[in-house]
T-cell receptor
Framework: DTEVTQTPKHLVMGMTNKKSLKCEQHMGHRAMYWYKQKAKKPPELMFVYSYEKLSINESVPSRFSPECPNSSLLNLHLHALQPEDSALYLC?????????????FGPGTRLTVT | GQNIDQPTEMTATEGAIVQINCTYQTSGFNGLFWYQQHAGEAPTFLSYNVLDGLEEKGRFSSFLSRSKGYSYLLLKELQMKDSASYLCAVRDHTGNTPLVFGKGTRLSVIA
């Protein structure tokens, strides 16, 4: 299994809703990432988990809450989002968080906040 | 600071060769990645350079010059399916961010 899976593929939510994005990998990777990507822009790093511990939070608003229940799973809990949070949310993983490791990206969740 | 520059858009003809340049200025350097991203899809890994020189992989090659802060991605025998965005990303181990992405180059391959 050499892929990163994400669910759901598409999500439409209101500003008062609470929802979660899920990411899973079974490659034994120890680093997992959340990125946000707006149209025609590069991915922007949000969070990094290394060995199931949050190692980087790129000053992301608290309405985004990451969770790493185990080494294969990564969640992103969403609450009270704004329309400008509409974007493609990408999950990625790599064997470690060291220099030479390429990141494997999931297909993303396209989020629309109404 | 961190700055990665690449052209915004390029157009090339099917069967031709195209070179996409990337220049970077980062506090530290620990490798450069090229990713391909089709519209609405996730980025996929193309190449990794950490030492100077050319890495060849099929129709794609990537070159790095650390002294010049410069890399290019060379695509040969272009096919229509190569129309995509190409992202240059630098690993800056001195910063907090594991991978810094450039804005990407949108390549259109025309018949």
């Amino acid at each position: 299994d050499t892929e990163v899976t994400q669910t759901p593929k598409h999500l439409v939510m209101g500003m008062t809703n609470k929802k979660s994005l899920k990411c899973e990998q079974h490659m034994g990777h120890r680093a997992m990432y959340w990125y946000k990507q707006k149209a025609k822009k590069p991915p922007e790093l949000m969070f990094v988990y290394s060995y199931e511990k949050l190692s980087i939070n790129e000053s992301v608003p608290s309405r985004f809450s990451p969770e790493c229940p185990n080494s294969s799973l990564l969640n992103l809990h969403l609450h009270a989002l704004q329309p400008e949070d509409s974007a493609l949310y990408l999950c990625a993983s790599s064997p470690g968080d060291g220099a030479a490791y390429e990141q494997y990206f999931g297909p993303g969740t396209r989020l629309t906040v109404t | 600071g961190q700055n990665i520059d690449q052209p915004t858009e390029m157009t090339a003809t099917e069967g031709a060769i195209v070179q996409i340049n990337c220049t970077y200025q980062t506090s530290g350097f620990n490798g450069l990645f090229w990713y391909q991203q089709h519209a609405g899809e996730a980025p996929t890994f193309l190449s990794y350079n950490v030492l100077d020189g050319l890495e060849e992989k099929g129709r794609f090659s990537s070159f790095l010059s650390r002294s010049k802060g410069y890399s290019y991605l060379l695509l040969k025998e272009l096919q229509m399916k190569d129309s995509a965005s190409y992202l240059c990303a630098v690993r800056d181990h001195t910063g907090n961010t594991p991978l810094v992405f450039g804005k990407g180059t949108r390549l259109s391959v025309i018949a």
